[in-house]
């Protein structure tokens, strides 16, 4: 059955207002356990890894699971999908990112509204988002054209999840996480004058991202 806009981008709404919950909370309970940084992150990137794959797994069906304002556009350029839709897509992810940093705060006793001060700008860091966008670009694009959909949940987390460790930034590499993630003062957040440079080099490595899926294409 065909499912309406509104339903998937509802979809899209929940979906990624649940990871971003899920990021904001494990981190702010990584860093309530563990004094050690390092330590934070893992409980911090196993916690993402497992709901991200679950909630691809969920709402794929009913959306498609894009929960990344990055997968989506370059959905909507390769004309895979309308215009308008897309656009309800970036609005619905967004919206919801917002909300689960909200809910992760609420969760853990803090004040619902906050505007990080962690401050992510450095050209490594930069270097890291275009690195961690375009591999995920490059995963989901090949897996794609492969007819191995059925994987992608799992692979995506597993880059995703890896990706928390080798780069410098952390693997934000979604646009909508990295505004949601402003919302939050605590261990996941970022300072608002750090999240339109994330973005832009997200924006950078999806197109490297499907410039890799293109080539991939051409040598199969």
């Known amino acids: ?15 990624t207002g649940l990871l ?14 563990s004094a050690d940084d390092g330590v934070a992150l893992l409980i911090n990137a196993v ?10 797994l969920v709402i794929g069906p009913m959306s498609g ?19 308008r839709e897309s656009a309800l897509y970036i609005a619905a992810q967004t919206a919801g990112a917002i909300g689960g940093a909200i809910l992760a705060n609420v969760m853990f006793d803090l004040s ?9 700008t450095s050209v490594g860091m930069l270097v890291g988002e275009v690195v961690a966008t375009a591999g995920l670009i ?14 992608i949940p799992v692979a ?11 780069t410098s930034s952390t693997s934000f590499a979604n646009p909508a996480v990295t505004v949601g993630r402003m919302f939050t003062d605590t261990f996941a957040g970022i300072a608002p004058e ?12 999806a197109a490297i991202g499907v410039a890799v899926v293109k080539g991939a294409s051409r040598t199969a």
């Open 112 to 120: 619902a509204f906050q505007i990080s001060e962690r401050d992510r």
């Open 1 to 15: 059955m065909t499912r309406g806009i509104g339903a998937k981008a509802l979809a899209e709404f929940v979906g």
């Open 20 to 33: 971003v919950c899920a990021v904001v909370g494990s981190g702010i309970m990584g860093d309530a356990l």
């Open 156 to 166: 995506v987390a597993a880059w995703i999840g890896s990706a928390c460790f080798f």
């Open 65 to 83: 699971a894009h929960l990344n304002p990055a997968v989506t556009l370059v959905t909507a350029f390769s004309r895979q999908q309308p215009a």
């Open 138 to 151: 490059a995963i989901i694009g090949i897996l794609s054209a492969r007819k191995q959909t059925a994987i």
């Open 47 to 56: 916690s993402t890894v497992f709901a991200l794959a679950l909630l691809i």
């Open 194 to 205: 750090s999240v339109l440079p994330y973005i832009a080099a997200q924006l950078v490595g």
